[in-house]
């Protein structure tokens, strides 16, 4: 199936029914009086996170998402029945946006995770609600309130514990396919990957996380570059950060360094909060030079970024040092979770 990440729909809530206009006829009973129900609620509109979809493509075929009305109100006080509400089936991970107002209504990252997009109108009144000392027949009734309507601009955000993050051809797909059972294309031209790939990476009995492949940044992504930043919302999620540099790049007048200061200005351009996620450098593609010679230019490459982060020189081809990364990225990702689950328990408290 594919992906698709973004669209645009419309959601309408149902009306509420028309109150009815009615009196009481019994034999025997003169000036039975009113007895107009009300009429019934419209549907309301509702966006729901499940498990087990990765995408929003159905999203481009149906784009229009209507509530039951709710019916009439009928003598005898009878109020109208309540229109269906309607459950709209999204991804867990989905990000739901009033396309007017730029407001975000509702972020599902939970599976079951529901939020309300549009209101059900309320029934009109019947004549039995205009009854009073004064107006003893009165043959008033309300039309029913219309249901709110919206455009939503809905994203889905992959979840996923550690994010890759590089220019294009920096070997992120080449690692989640030696770490994980992904297998996304891998080619020696930019832009391989062209939609974010996730990948399960198990590390022992019941240690496993999840690792998402986005595809290659270049100078100018935030600004919409390239692929932009249509991808680069998909890192917002990720606990950890895998910067991959290529050591050994195809063209000598290539910088490493150059490159990986522009993926980190490409971050602080898109979210500020982001440049500050931790991030690990990922030194790619050590088997393409001596032992000694890689050995050097890692450190020449650590030395003039200045970074003070956790270093791994690896080669994703053969899988020399994967086995090491993915052991530290499980431990790192438990010891955030604890402390994750201690400071709930330590806010819960107060």
Known sequence: MKFVDEALVRVQAGHGGRGCASFRREKFIPFGGPDGGDGGLGGSVYLRAQAGINTLADFRIQRLFKAQNGTAGSGNDCTGAGGEDLFVIVPVGTTVIDDATSEQLGDLTQPGDTVIVARGGKGGWGNTRFKSSTNRAPRKSMPGIAGEKRILRIEMRVIADVGLLGFPNAGKSTLIRAVSAAKPKVADYP?????????????????????????????????????GIRFLKHVQRTRILLHLV????????????????????????????LATRERWLILNKTDLLLPQEAEARCRDIVRRLRFKGRVFPISAATRDGTEALCQAMMTRIEERASDEAEAARSESAL
Do not use: Q, Y
């Not at 990948?199 to 692929?227: K, Q």
């Not at 790049?249 to 351009?269: F, Q």
């Open 246 to 273: 290529d050591i050994a790049p195809a063209n000598p007048d290539t910088d490493p360094v150059v490159e990986a200061r522009a993926i980190v200005k490409e971050l602080k351009k898109f979210s500020p909060e």
């Open 191 to 227: 832009f391989t990957t062209l939609f974010p790939n996730l990948g399960v990476v198990s590390v022992g009995l019941n240690r496993s996380f999840v690792m998402a492949d986005i595809p290659g940044l270049i100078e100018g992504a935030a600004e919409g570059a390239g692929l």
